[in-house]
């Protein structure tokens, strides 16, 4: 009956950009999540981005409001089994520092908003 | 892989009814949960019965509501505490705030005591990232929700909390009400108050994701008709001898809570022995 995941991943395709801090200097793009959780995100790229370096990421939500930036860093990156040159990358979100993070709880609410979508429609 | 995960969810509440208490039994379990998972959080402290009681229990208007898995017995609960003479839980740091309410008319209820068992998630898990721990707190709300229109005249409910739980009570867009203090009652932890027009939330029901939950068919007065009624012999054993909250408390709030019952004995209620004949008026 225990189930610790600690977030649930939501295959939903949010618009992003990201940029990454590489020792040689920042890589940035444009692409959508393949899926996102509480924890962070997973999005496909055409770059290899090496674990564990710092970036950006803006989300473009759905809520109707300015787009959404949150730190994060890159926890792996795996060259994609369906895509030649494509890389599948996964970013965990930094906690936040203080929980009174407004941007850390509009994310909150979008997450739990999208969860009840799903199970309540 | 996520096909599966998400059917884990319905059939994860399958097997669990949110309703009111009905016995003193669960409101002991409920209690007990309580305390459990407070005890955990550090936000009260240890006692040899294992309850978190106080004399708005003993009230016939405070009602508790509980998740109960057929299975694993009460694995949630929440309680609504309704504004009386004896004021709120929350009066103790937010006196000032919740009379600004009152003084404006309105009705106003505490939202308290709720506690999930964390058991069942394991350790650090988010609720608003988590969708069956999120689900099973909005469906203890909506339960409570039911009741309180239903069966209350509630206009505002109110709750204060530990500012580390603020972004689930944001997510029901609960409105400040009490800035950042320490709460005795909470061990002496820290606390910040919200409240919540309930007339508002119908408004935004179409709009909200949890208000929608809230609001769907008209509540009915009917499941809550069994809601457990506390017996003299349950108020002396659980407020007497389990722990000494009707002793401790005032003359005031014994006479206020002798007028909610007003067939009882409360002299007999209180001893610290067993009474007899029963403490019930023929």
């Not at chain 1, 444009?30 to 997973?42: A, C, D, F, L, Q």
């Not at chain 2, 309703?19 to 407070?38: D, G």
């Not at chain 2, 609960?77 to 309105?106: C, F, H, W």
């Amino acid at each position: 009956m225990v189930d610790q995941r600690t977030a649930e991943r939501l295959p939903l395709a949010v618009p992003m950009n990201y940029v990454v801090k590489l020792p040689g200097g920042e890589l940035s793009g444009r692409t959508k999540t393949t899926n996102i959780s509480g924890g962070g995100v997973e999005l496909i790229c055409a770059e290899m981005m090496s674990p564990p370096s710092a970036c950006q990421v803006v989300l473009h939500l759905s809520d109707g409001r300015e787009p959404l930036a949150l730190e994060g860093q890159i926890s792996w990156c795996r060259q994609s089994p369906r895509q030649r040159r494509r890389f599948e990358v996964g970013i965990t979100f930094l906690s936040p520092t203080n929980s009174d993070d407004e941007r850390f709880a509009r994310y909150c609410h979008f997450i739990a908003t999208e969860l009840l979508k799903r199970y309540l429609g | 892989m996520l096909g599966r995960l998400y059917e884990t969810v319905p059939s994860f509440l399958r097997p669990v009814e949110f309703r009111i208490v009905r016995t003193v039994a669960e409101l002991k379990t409920a209690n007990h949960l309580v305390y459990q998972e407070y005890l955990k959080r550090n936000y009260c402290k240890a006692n040899a019965v294992g309850l978190k009681l106080s004399l708005y229990q003993a009230l016939p208007t405070t009602a508790t509501f509980i998740a109960t898995h057929r299975r694993d017995g009460i694995i949630g609960t929440i309680s609504m505490v309704e504004d009386s003479p004896l004021g709120l839980p929350m009066d103790e740091a937010y006196k000032n705030e919740v009379d600004m309410l009152r003084r404006q008319n309105l009705r106003v209820a505490e939202v308290t005591m709720l506690a999930l068992n964390s058991q069942l998630f394991g350790e650090r898990v988010f609720t608003l990232f988590h969708a069956k721990k999120l689900l099973l707190t909005l469906r203890l709300f909506k339960v409570m929700f039911d009741y309180l229109r239903a069966c209350t005249k509630v206009d505002e409910l109110v709750a204060c909390f530990n500012p580390k739980h603020q972004v689930l009570y944001d997510f029901l867009q609960l409105k400040p009400l009490g800035g950042l203090k320490t709460y005795t009652s909470a061990n002496s932890n820290p606390s910040i108050a919200r409240h919540l027009n309930i007339r508002e939330t119908e408004r935004q029901a179409k709009a909200h994701a949890a208000y929608r939950l809230f609001y769907g068919a008209k509540p009915s007065p009917k499941p809550f008709e069994g809601k457990c009624a506390l017996t003299p012999e349950d108020l002396r054993a659980l407020f007497v001898v389990t722990a000494p909250v009707l002793t401790a408390a005032s003359p005031t709030e014994l006479n206020y809570l002798a007028s909610c019952y007003p067939t009882y004995r409360f002299n007999q209620i209180l001893q610290p022995h067993d009474p007899s004949p029963s403490p019930h008026l023929s």
